[in-house]
């Protein structure tokens, strides 16, 4: 067995679900184009992490100098079955939070590469989990884990798209994976439809400011769109439930991300009376701290008043 074999192998034992391996050239000229489209016309809805860095982000070799490969893997996180709840949190906040748990997993995965490789041969790695300038997509996608949707998800054809990524930049010079040939969305688009706010333009554009993933995690202006965040807390999964890819997708047994089901069933008056230390009994260690109880608590006003208008039968706008 080779080395990359071996690697994919350890990624598996150390419960990642999918892994592939790329090359670390710059991500597809197409593809780098449209996120400076993006950003040009402003659909990044001025998340400044967005516009800097951008070299870096549309090449690896420039991340991590002299990067040769790029190991990519996913997590799934698909939950069991929910109780309705009156304040939803997006199913990847129902876990401990992601980004540590990714990250020291791939650091693991570079301890295991160190012991496979000649004594004193040097090597450089980066583990990076979300923030990391890195197109995470895009080089997944060419790593052979999925396509991309119009639901803009990494999909995974098994595993849906309720997928987490993370990559191991490397200077080592690894063998590449193939892009997977599969049909894509065709004409499906059950996720356009399904958006509350119409944030998945029919031109493939993403507009972030419409986004309830990002009303919620990252605006103080709900910009007229309260009446259809619903129930909606923090973050958002429509698009990723319509998803015929998602609603086929087994799920897989082996995730050692802790899952908090206290976190299912929250109601949004309760949390308008809530401490700080209620806040951090339900949400410490998890992807919902980093808003705060302040934020958390303007969302929970929104929830409450949509759930008011609902109860007296007002339809929402
Ligand atoms: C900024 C960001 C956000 C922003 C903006 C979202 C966005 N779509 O860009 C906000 C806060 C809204 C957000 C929300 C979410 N995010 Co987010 N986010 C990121 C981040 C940091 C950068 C994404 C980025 O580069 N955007 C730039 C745009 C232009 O790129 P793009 O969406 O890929 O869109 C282009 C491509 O789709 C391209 N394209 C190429 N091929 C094709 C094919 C088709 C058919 C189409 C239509 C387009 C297309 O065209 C588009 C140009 O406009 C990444 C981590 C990272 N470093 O990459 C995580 C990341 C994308 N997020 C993630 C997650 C989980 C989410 C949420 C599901 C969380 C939630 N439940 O609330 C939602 C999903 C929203 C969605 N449908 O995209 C995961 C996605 C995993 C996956 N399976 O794809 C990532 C990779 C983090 C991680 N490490 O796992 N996110």
């Known amino acids: 067995m080779g080395l990359s074999q071996d690697i994919k192998n350890k990624a598996f034992e150390l419960g990642f679900h999918a892994v592939g391996i790329t090359t670390a050239e710059p991500i597809d000229s197409a593809y780098i184009q449209a996120i400076i489209r993006w950003i040009e016309q402003n659909h990044h809805a001025g998340l400044k992490y967005m516009s800097k860095n951008l070299e870096k982000r549309f090449h690896p070799a420039l991340y991590l100098k002299k990067a040769q490969s790029v190991i990519c893997v996913a997590i799934q996180y698909k939950p069991p079955r929910l109780p309705s709840s009156k304040a939803q949190i997006a199913h990847f906040a ?13 650091n693991r995965l570079a301890e295991y590469i160190q012991t496979q490789l000649p004594a004193g041969y040097q090597w450089h790695y980066k583990a990076a989990v979300d923030t990391a300038p890195l197109a995470e997509r895009a080089l997944a996608q060419r790593a052979g884990l999925g396509f991309i949707g119009k639901n803009h998800m990494l999909i995974h ?37 399904a958006c ?37 807390l923090f973050g958002c999964d429509v698009c990723l439930l319509a998803c015929p890819y998602e609603q086929n ?22 949390i308008l009376q809530w401490t700080q ?18 934020k958390l608590k303007k969302n929970a006003r929104i929830c409450a008043e949509n759930e008011r208008k609902k109860q007296i039968g007002e339809k929402e706008v």
């Open 249 to 270: 997708a087994s799920m897989r047994q082996k995730s050692e991300l802790a899952f908090y089901p206290q976190r299912t069933a929250l109601e949004p008056n309760q």
């Open 277 to 294: 230390e209620q806040f951090d009994q339900t949400f410490a260690k998890s992807c919902v701290e980093r808003i705060g109880l302040e």
């Open 94 to 106: 129902l876990y401990e939070d992601y980004h540590p748990f990714i990250k020291e997993r791939l």
């Open 157 to 193: 054809p098994a595993l849906g798209c309720q997928i987490l990524l993370g990559q191991l930049v490397t200077t080592l010079e690894l063998p590449a994976d193939q892009p997977l040939q599969t049909d894509g969305c065709k004409e499906c688009d059950l996720c356009l439809r």
């Open 196 to 232: 509350p706010t119409e944030a998945l333009s029919p031109d493939g554009f993403f507009l972030t400011h419409r986004c309830i993933s990002y009303l919620t995690q990252y605006s103080d202006d709900f910009a007229g769109l309260d009446s259809r965040v619903g129930r909606r």
